[in-house]
């Protein structure tokens, strides 16, 4: 079934490890995101891809760096955790950009 | 500053019941505005959009939401809801914002349906 996978589903990581979030899909769109959700606060962006090779900033994303070198991947780097940075984290796509049409089922980091 | 609102944290319905899902933006121009829907353990899934036209759009699943500009609202509405339908759902609005489609989320009404 077309769609995105996230990997791992969750994770436990010591504050200050070095820790990347896996995120593919293989639906060929040109546009991905990631999506930090925490009670209270809904969801919110993190960095995002319009197309292979080129990444931005969204709302929140001190402390995270993204690549994004062919369609189908689009890794989330965090470089030192911090224990704010416990969340679940989701990755997302679009065909054009736009708003976010799938998602994967998320990864839950805790930092401790 | 684009930002919504989604006044009910948690809403309780009976099976067959109606159901409505309030949400209320802020935006400087005409939204782009979104339903979408999160079941346990799960990513989010777009239920319906509004970019322009007709005010009342259909989305899947039975549900439908009608933006009224005058109250700055785009509440979703299914005649008969299913127990399935127990999940939680996301508001958001959409506007340009220098490179991308910056989408902001409400907090969300988590919906229990009771038989």
């Known amino acids: 079934i077309a769609g995105i996978t996230q990997a791992p589903t969750s994770q436990i990581l010591a504050a200050g490890r070095r820790m990347t979030l896996r995120c593919t899909q293989d639906m060929r769109h040109n546009a991905m995101y990631w999506y930090r959700q925490d009670l209270g606060l809904g969801l919110r962006l993190i960095h995002y891809?319009?197309?292979?090779?080129?990444?931005g900033k969204g709302e929140v994303p001190d402390g995270y760096s993204v690549s994004r070198a062919n369609t189908d991947d689009f890794p989330l780097t965090l470089a030192s955790a911090v224990p704010s940075q416990t969340s679940v984290y989701f990755c997302?796509?679009?065909?054009?950009?736009?708003?976010?049409?799938?998602f994967g089922d998320g990864t839950r980091l805790s930092i401790l | 500053a684009q930002s919504v609102t989604q006044p009910d944290i948690h809403i309780t319905v009976s099976e067959g019941a109606s159901l409505e899902l309030r949400c209320n933006y802020s935006y400087g121009a005409t939204p782009y505005l979104f339903w979408y829907v999160q079941s346990p353990g799960q990513g989010l899934q777009l239920l319906l959009k509004?970019?322009?036209?007709?005010?009342l759009v259909q989305g899947i699943k039975g549900f439908e939401a009608e933006f009224k500009r005058s109250q700055s609202s785009f509440n979703l509405r299914k005649p008969s809801v299913h127990w399935s339908d127990a999940a939680e759902y996301f508001c958001?609005?959409?506007?340009?914002?220098?490179?991308?489609?910056?989408?902001?989320f409400g907090t969300g009404t988590k919906l229990q349906v009771i038989p």
């Open positions: 891809s319009n197309t292979a090779g080129t990444t």
């Open positions: 509004y970019f322009s036209g007709d005010t």
């Open positions: 997302a796509s679009s065909r054009d950009g736009g708003q976010p049409q799938h």
């Open positions: 958001a609005v959409g506007g340009n914002s220098g490179g991308y489609q910056k989408v902001t």
